[in-house]
């Protein structure tokens, strides 16, 4: 059996490749892939932006398949068996560091072992990424069961709810009946209404651009209470006066560095401010006044680890149409336009994915 992939094979070129595929080890399961869904991260691990620059990879880290083989001993690792729909953490804890003696820090182990970031493909079996049929998996992976009838187009988007959860949960502690505002309404902004609401907050307004019209619907259809256009009105005068007052939290996805300045200036006083949207190397000047003069708590993050038994909750709940995250679709040939389209988002583009025949 033979598997394509695209493998980025130095800064700024991907091609693709056939690679054989074999039984797994026994310690090994073999997924045959079905979505994979394009991180914002993918194009700057393409470009060498990222502080990994692992070549050559088989890249794409947001993952949904089906265990086509699984070892034996994996079977007993992780209560798979063929056929079963899954998805998984990117990182594969060592189990040894601080870090991963923590319940949500993992993230930070160094020499980070991540599907789709840094496990290379020139080692044996090469294929450690999403844009390929099929990819293996590790022992010591972060492996969650899917369950039949969710779509893989809501499974591989498990690490982005998990992003939510963690910036509505861990950095912004949203507790029942807390005001939020949400700057950005791309998959990072949605999740964390998401996660918000699941965590009984609200109202909860969305902040966005006018060509963002397509992710306001989707957010009122996830439960937003308003949605804002900063272009057309001025966030700090009209979320006060929709929700009678400032909000207690704001989470800024966006990375738009007026954007920043604007949560600290727009959250109430001794409210909390989460900020995880990169600015792409811009230095973003703060207005230190607002922060210290109000008391603001200014916390950062990113990954999802920890985070993902509540994501799984929320995916399988099927409260909302998660997948519809994913409105532009893409098979495996493609990814170069998925990752243009990610890059610089066309006209009602939400979020991309790549998806295989099953
Ligand atoms: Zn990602
Ligand atoms: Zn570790």
Known sequence: MKSKAWVLVEPGRIEQREFDVRPPEPDQVLVRNLATSVC?????????KTSFNVYPLVFGHEIAGRAAAVGRDAAREYGLKEGDLLTIEPTIPCGRCRWCRTQYDYHKCRPLKAYGVTMPADQHPALFGGYADYMYLLPGSLVYKVEEGVPPLAACLSSVIGNGVRWARNLTRLEYGDSLAVSGVGSQGLATLIAARERGAGPIVMLGLTRDRHRFELALEFGADHVIDVETDNPLEAVPNLIGGPPDAVVETSGAPGAIDMALKLVRPLGRVAVIGLSGGKTVPLSFDDLVLKGVTISSDHAQAGM???????????????EKINNVLYPLDDLPRALKDTADPPEGFIKGAVVFEP
Not at 40 to 48: F, M, R, T
Not at 308 to 321: F, G, Q
């Open 308 to 322: 993902y038994p509540d994501a799984m909750r929320i995916i399988h709940s099927r409260k909302y149409a998660i």
């Open 40 to 48: 914002a991260s993918d194009p700057k691990i393409v470009a060498g």
